[in-house]
């Protein structure tokens, strides 16, 4: 497997403001229910870049964000996609849909590192929601899968998509057949949860936010539901080796021999995809591929999509030309979806933004080309036709009493699940991706542990918590205190023809995800390969590691919150629903916790209440304005007087457009939804400057160009206000 070529470096123009590699520099003035369990359709189980600088922490009214000038595009990839090969795929109806969902750009809380100094001040890449609707015809049921480009998916967003879609669509999405999975990006704004423990980590609850994330997947929803059209369906599977490293090797030699026998690596190198197409042309993708969305660090402000947004971005966008503005259903909608990441991490070098280089934003790119050409490289190589019918089942199950039987325990006797408790190794962080841990004074195992905490929590924390928990340290138990974390969770048994996949809300690790595989392989009576495991689906639950791993208390451990029995716990699930499916009985699907969506109170950052241009200026006004001429590879950057962005998101939308000029028309050549391009917001009371940057790609057409910010102010009456500025215009050469 090869990565497209690195950009040429060029010569730098003496008259410009040249871009830089690394992280970027501040103080720049010139140069982000189904009412059952079971759902089923046919009788047939078919066949078996850029940096970003922790300096942001002190970004004030004068400061600008740096970045990469070798980073600002890549160039598309040249070859045309082969078609899909005769490996007779299956005749479905599918139906594919993609939605923005940005959140706050400005002042909101990042879900993923728990660093509450990690506060958006900007946007590079949008936040998209990617819908792909399944039937046997156009009048069956269906099964809906929705990738989500947010740190965390909860209940919370799960319950008000569904009540949405009940409005609208009545009883064809329902929570049996819908499943909402997060891509896990640490750099995308949160608040979201309505449980205490993730939203107070976020300074609070974030209504628009939450709006943004729930309208972007329901705008997704819609638009696959009008898309529904015949379309053949195949799976195939690949291997990537160089995208993920196992950053808790100490536990996974724990595991068993022929476990680790079978990720001699410490990863899980498959690379799975669902491939649509319609005519011949490849018109969907839908990859699962196991690493953690963390190539930017806990010091990066800028909203993003991360690695799995870019692959999905760099397919659509730059490889296939489409415009997310234009309207209209996209010619390829291409969903990168997480399956048993949680010891895997993108870092190569086991250090927060570190490899394959130093630079962070660098790494995102290669990382998510790494994804993109592992799932590029199977079309039309290798299809397995799915296969007929579509069935759904799905249960709730309280997490914190399940009582394990013995052919899943694994040591001949029955254990429990107990209440949710974080342990010591959690506040620690994940020392090789950083975050929320790294000033604390607590350590993984396999770092010394905490004999300090311990001390402390064999006095303070009861001991039958402590037993229930052992070997961890219980620092947090958040299960004692009412509303705190997520209790009861859901889990989804989908078969896709002959392809299976099990959705639930935790992160396993890679072990786990093989172990849950193998379970459903055996209860279903298909191969391995048959079988997908998707975390970060429809609710948060920390993670999942095998008892074994746990035994080594590092991160993982210390956050596998119901205790050591936890992943036996969702075997057992998992069988349940494996047997349910194929006798073909009912399921009871039990029911779900009480909806806390906006118990938690809103956070009281962030919030606009009025807006006032920059003094003795005008909204729209260009305060510092662009160099006459550049060339590829520079940064051009405008500072305007704007307004606050949170009081209007844009979805669908942008704030700013690189405009070329075509015979006398401007036209729109890039938007805030592209790599090359970002938006850092300054603000000072009721003024907020927007500093525009555009990194000029290798290959663009000499012109003349300018840049054009558009955003909504808000007046002292409340109502909002359009506000356009344009920049002097410029050369490219």
């Known amino acids: 497997m090869t990565d497209s070529p690195a950009p040429a470096a060029t010569t730098p123009d003496p008259d410009a403001t040249p871009a830089r590699t690394g992280r970027p520099k501040v103080g720049e003035s010139r140069a982000g229910r189904s009412e059952a369990g079971i759902s089923r359709v046919g009788d047939s189980r078919g066949e078996s870049p850029r940096g970003g600088g922790s300096q942001f922490g002190t970004v004030n009214r004068r400061t600008v964000l740096g970045g990469a000038a070798a980073l600002g595009g890549v160039a598309a990839l040249q070859s045309i996609l082969p078609p899909m090969a005769a490996a007779q795929p299956t005749e479905m109806y599918v139906g594919r849909g993609i939605g923005d969902m940005t959140g706050e750009p400005l002042g909101a809380g990042f879900n993923g590192y728990a660093d509450t100094e990690q506060l958006s001040v900007g946007l590079h890449l949008r936040q998209r929601a990617r819908a792909f609707v399944f039937a046997e015809s156009s009048s069956s049921p269906r099964f809906l899968h929705v990738t989500a480009e947010i740190g965390l998916m909860f209940q919370s967003i799960q319950q008000e998509v569904l009540r949405r879609l009940g409005a609208e669509f009545g009883g064809t999405y329902h929570e049996g057949n819908v499943v909402l999975t997060a891509t896990h990006t640490h750099v995308a704004p949160g608040g979201t949860s309505g449980h205490a423990m993730v939203d107070l980590s976020m300074l609070g609850f974030r209504p628009v936010t939450f709006e943004a994330n729930v309208a972007g997947i329901v705008d997704a929803v819609r638009m696959a539901h009008h898309d529904l059209a015949p379309s053949t369906v195949g799976v195939t599977t690949g291997a990537l080796h160089d995208a993920g490293v196992n950053r808790s090797r100490g536990s996974f030699d724990r595991d068993r021999p022929d476990e680790r026998a079978h990720f001699p690596e410490g990863i899980d190198p498959r690379s799975q995809s669902l491939q649509i197409t319609r005519g011949g042309q490849l018109v969907g993708v839908l990859n699962w591929f ?418 054009v910010y558009t955003a909504s102010g808000r007046g002292i009456d409340g109502r909002l206000f359009p506000v356009r500025g344009e920049s002097q215009a410029f050369d490219v050469r």
């Open 290 to 707: 196991a690493t953690h969305a963390t190539s930017m660090t806990s010091h990066a402000l800028l909203a993003s999509s991360d690695n799995k947004g870019y692959a999905a971005w760099h397919w659509e966008r730059e490889v296939s030309g489409q415009d997310y503005l234009a309207g209209g259903t996209p010619g390829l909608i291409t969903a990168f979806a997480q399956t048993n990441p949680g010891d895997v991490s993108p870092n190569l070098d086991l250090s927060p933004g570190q490899g394959p280089t130093a630079d962070e934003w660098l790494n995102t790119r290669i990382n998510g080309e790494r994804q993109f050409a592992a799932a590029r490289d199977q079309v039309g190589r290798g299809v397995r036709g799915l296969g007929a019918g579509i069935d759904v089942r799905h249960t709730w199950v309280d997490m914190s009493n399940v009582e394990v039987r013995p052919e899943f325990t694994g040591d001949g006797h029955t254990h429990r699940t107990s209440i949710a408790a974080l342990g010591a190794a959690f506040a620690s962080g994940s020392q090789e991706d950083g975050g929320g841990g790294d000033e604390l004074p607590f350590n993984e195992g396999a770092r010394g542990g905490n004999p300090g905490v311990k001390a402390i929590t064999d006095v303070v924390i009861p001991a039958w918590l402590r037993e229930e928990h052992a070997p961890k340290d219980v620092l947090l138990p958040m299960g004692l205190v009412p509303g705190a974390i997520q209790r009861v969770f859901p889990f989804h048994l989908v078969r896709l023809g002959g392809h299976y996949l099990f959705a639930l809300g935790f992160e396993p690790t890679v072990v786990s995800g093989l172990r849950l595989r193998r379970t459903l392989a055996a209860e279903l009576g298909v191969p391995e390969d048959h079988v997908t495991v998707q975390g970060y689906s429809n609710a948060y639950g920390h993670y999942i590691t095998t008892p074994e791993e746990y035994s080594a208390q590092n991160y993982e451990g210390g956050a596998t919150i119901f205790g050591p029995w936890t992943l036996p716990a969702i075997q057992q699930i998992a069988a349940e629903l494996a047997r349910s499916m194929r006798a073909g009985t009912p399921l009871d699907p039990g029911t779900s916790e009480r909806d806390l969506t906006g118990q938690i109170p809103a956070s009281p950052l962030g919030n606009p209440l009025v807006d006032t241009p920059a003094p003795l200026r005008n909204f729209g006004d260009v305060l510092d304005p662009p160099l006459a001429k550049y060339r590829a590879g520079q940064r051009v950057l405008v500072r305007f007087s704007g307004t606050h962005p949170n009081s209007d998101l844009r979805r669908g939308d942008t704030y700013l457009a690189v405009e070329r000029n075509d015979g006398g028309r401007w036209v729109r050549v890039h938007d805030d939804g592209d790599w090359s391009t970002m938006i850092v917001f300054e603000g000072l009371l009721t003024v907020t400057n927007a500093v525009i940057t555009w990194d000029i790609p290798p290959g663009t057409p000499a012109g003349e160009y300018r840049i």
